[in-house]
């Protein structure tokens, strides 16, 4: 029998060896977590409250706290205008190109800080099926989930509508996402876009970057990839798969706050060709000549539309510094092992309740999230959230749990889990 103090708890030996009690396996997995440091560094971490809503709004780092003040009174009250020239005309880019770097395996020059979510998906799907429709006006097929998040589903009926283009919905078992086999029988030579998410907002299903973006490619379509779920949680490689555009929140995995503006990428080779439809002063090639018509600039900026909304960017740098210090590859081990360890307690104390897992088992097909199903879960939720344990709801009878692996223990993870039972059992 092994004394080991780190037991494999996957290769123990029922026969021999009593069991692990669950407390006793997620104190040695937070023993051993290299990144458990991480977790002092935010906002609340020191109490009782269980968050499991960190993909949905991520907790403040407490470096935020003085970095936001600090701003107001030295940069914002100290250089007052002189502050636009001095740096905040820049922000966009600098702090997009560290997210570029850090989490989207982009090379500089090719991710800025802009507006809503919302607002640069439409930008950018626009920009991609301009340009698509006039290289071939053949190709009027947008191609999107139908399980996908309401914005992106929105938003592609809407410029479909816009432009007199066709939508085609890929039908998605929503315990998964849009894999390459329903990816390669909704392409063909018609498609113009490809509207995907890389970690699918209901399951925490994990589309394969690469895989996806060359069937797209193959069929001579563009591909948007919607990184909402992944930025900070999941590495992506925007580059090395050959994408062409992306846009992702911040104020989930990155933590930048309620409403912190999105990044939007665009892949070098695109930049001089896409004209996006929100042409605005910031986008146009000389801000300052104020002239009589609009010349979008060269590079990213021409994606820019007015002001950029400085106070509510500069919180997500305080979790770059994070990221950057642990590496996005350590950040994603955690992410799997916190998913892994939420599925194997789930088996066990959430099963026999009739909970059934409505993510990917397999930690390969699986984001930052777990999501447990039962018919109960919408009253289970407005349980715990009274509790001060903090999952969110989605339908159909969804419990999304989610992980984010910089603040996240294992012991605040199996509490909650262990509170989840406790619902599920009151509600029955
Ligand atoms: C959170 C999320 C959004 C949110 O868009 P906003 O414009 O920030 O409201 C969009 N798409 C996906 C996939 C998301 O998860």
């Known amino acids: 029998m092994s004394t080991d103090p780190t037991p494999d708890f996957g290769s123990v030996d029922a026969l ?4 692990v009690s669950l407390e006793a396996e997620a104190s040695a997995l937070d023993a051993d977590d290299p990144l458990k440091h991480h977790r002092a560094a935010f906002v609340g971490a020191e109490t009782p409250l269980v968050y ?36 905040w005309m820049q922000l966009p880019f600098t702090i997009g190109d560290r997210i570029g770097a850090l989490a989207l395996g982009a090379a500089s020059g090719q991710t800025l800080i802009g507006d809503s979510t919302t607002v640069l998906l439409y930008k950018l799907l626009r920009a991609a099926l301009d340009a698509q429709m006039t290289a071939d006006p053949r190709r009027v097929e947008i191609v999107v989930g ?9 938003l592609v009926e809407g410029i479909a509508a816009e432009r ?7 039908d998605v078992d929503t315990s998964r996402g849009v894999d390459a086999e329903l990816l390669g029988a909704a392409v063909t030579d018609r ?8 970690v699918s907002y209901r399951s925490g299903y994990l589309a394969d970057g690469a895989a996806l973006t060359r069937i797209a490619h193959d069929a001579g379509a563009l591909v948007l ?12 490689e925007l580059d090395a798969w050959g994408a062409d555009l992306a846009v992702g929140c911040t104020y989930k995995y990155l933590n930048g706050g309620p409403g912190s503006p999105a990044f939007a990428y665009v892949a070098e080779r695109h930049q001089r060709t896409l004209t996006q439809p929100v042409q605005g002063w910031m986008g146009a090639a000389d801000v300052f000549s104020m002239g009589p018509v609009y010349r979008p600039a060269d590079g990213m900026r021409r994606f820019l539309s007015g002001t950029p909304p400085v106070l509510a960017m500069i919180a997500m740098q305080d979790t770059l510094d994070l990221i950057e210090e642990a590496g996005i590859g350590a950040v994603r081990a955690k992410s799997v092992a916190l998913t892994e360890f939420t599925v194997r307690v789930a088996d066990g104390i959430l099963s ?11 930690s390969a097909e699986r984001g930052g999230h777990v999501t447990l199903s039962h018919p109960a879960m919408r009253a ?5 959230w009274e509790g001060d344990v903090i999952p969110d709801y989605r339908d159909p009878h969804g419990l999304r749990i989610g992980l984010s692996p910089l603040s996240t223990s294992f012991a605040e993870t199996l509490t909650g889990l262990r509170a989840v039972a406790d619902a599920v059992r009151a509600e029955r």
């Open 16 to 19: 021999e060896v009593p069991p």
């Open 52 to 87: 499991f809503d960190g993909n949905s709004l991520g907790r403040p780092p407490r470096a935020t706290v003085d970095r936001l003040s600090r701003f107001v009174t030295d940069e914002w009250g100290g250089r007052l205008i002189r502050g636009w020239d001095e740096s």
């Open 146 to 154: 139908r399980d996908d998040f309401p914005t992106d589903r929105y």
């Open 164 to 170: 007199g283009a066709r939508v085609v919905w890929v």
């Open 191 to 198: 498609t113009a876009v490809v509207l995907l998410s890389h």
């Open 225 to 236: 990839w919607d990184l909402c779920h992944s930025a900070g949680s999941v590495p992506v």
């Open 352 to 362: 026999p309740l009739g909970v059934r897992l409505a993510s990917p088992r397999d």
């Open 380 to 384: 289970v939720t407005a349980h715990l």
